[in-house]
């Protein structure tokens, strides 16, 4: 006989089955097209993109953070910064510019690898596997500064939520968090979409697989901004800055949210 929590996958089952399912998703997008997958041009899918281009948007968004970041009252000097979900390294680059230290990490090993190559000229700069569901690898209070783009946005809540938590713990009481989330869809978003989305891990996989030829596609989800200023709560983080940002996607409605580490 089975009881019901048999039945029910735990929370953390549920978080590693997700995780399983994203790094595929971005291991195959990192192998095949980096950064097309990181920025979705439409004109520059198939090797489009020129790196000079695709690095200058970074310096662009990275120096649109630095500006609510003074706003925030942060001092301009950077030490050790985070750049959580790092792709190719397209921000932790401009970052680098700016700061003594900056660790990027991501999931996927294909964007790493390619990362390396491109952040080889600056030696402040290190890339590195995130393998987890945390961020274990960083003992606390390591940055003062941790800071994600255009990445929590294509996980679940469940997971996003406990990498939030993490900034906290790994950022310096007094130091600062900075990230975005798209908060809610386009109006007349396909109602098959959202059904997609909401689907687990293995049923979407297999979705995809049938109606694509790939799961390799990747899902965008939207928190509202109370689940994030609770969970930001939760973890110790005073909301200083939320400002409305479209870069989910033009009528997308998001923010970026800027918060202080609790000393
Ligand atoms: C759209 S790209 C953005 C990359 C980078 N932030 C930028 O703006 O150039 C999203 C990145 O998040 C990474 N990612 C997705 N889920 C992740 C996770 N759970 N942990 C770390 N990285 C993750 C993907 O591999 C991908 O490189």
């Known amino acids: ?3 019901p929590s048999d039945k029910v996958p735990a929370t953390d089952d549920l978080a ?3 995780f399983a399912a994203l790094q595929d998703t971005w291991q195959t997008l ?3 097209d980096p950064l097309w997958a990181i920025l979705t041009d439409p004109d520059r899918r198939g090797q489009g993109w020129d790196l000079d281009e695709f690095l200058a948007t970074g310096e662009a968004d990275v120096a649109k953070y630095e500006v609510l970041l003074h706003d925030a009252g942060h001092s301009g000097s950077f030490a050790s910064v985070l750049d959580f979900g790092c792709g190719v390294g397209r921000l932790s680059l ?3 510019r700016r700061a003594t230290a900056v660790t990027g990490v991501d999931i996927a090993a294909a964007m790493i690898e390619r990362g390396r190559q491109i952040v080889a000229t600056e030696p402040n700069v290190r890339l590195l596997v995130n393998d987890d569901v945390d961020l274990r690898q960083f003992r606390d209070g390591t940055f003062d500064l941790a800071f994600s783009h255009i990445c929590l946005q294509h996980m679940p809540w469940l997971l996003a939520a406990g990498y939030i938590e993490e900034f906290a713990r790994v950022t310096t009481p007094g130091g600062f968090v900075a990230f975005q989330l798209p908060s809610r869809g386009r109006p007349g978003r396909p109602t098959r979409r959202r059904i997609v989305d909401a689907l687990p891990a293995g049923v979407r996989t297999r979705y995809r697989r049938w109606r ?3 799961a390799a596609v990747f899902d965008m989800y939207y928190t509202p901004p109370e689940d994030v200023l609770a969970v ?3 973890a ?3 909301l200083l800055i939320q400002q409305p940002d479209e ?4 009528g997308i409605e998001g923010y970026i949210y800027v918060f202080r580490r609790r000393a």
Not at 247 to 250: E, I, K, R, T
């Open 1 to 3: 006989m089975t009881s």
């Open 16 to 18: 590693a089955t997700e």
């Open 30 to 32: 990192g192998k095949d």
């Open 94 to 96: 401009a970052w680098g």
């Open 212 to 214: 694509h030829g790939t």
């Open 232 to 234: 930001g709560d939760r």
């Open 236 to 238: 110790g983080l005073d």
């Open 247 to 250: 870069s989910a996607g033009v």
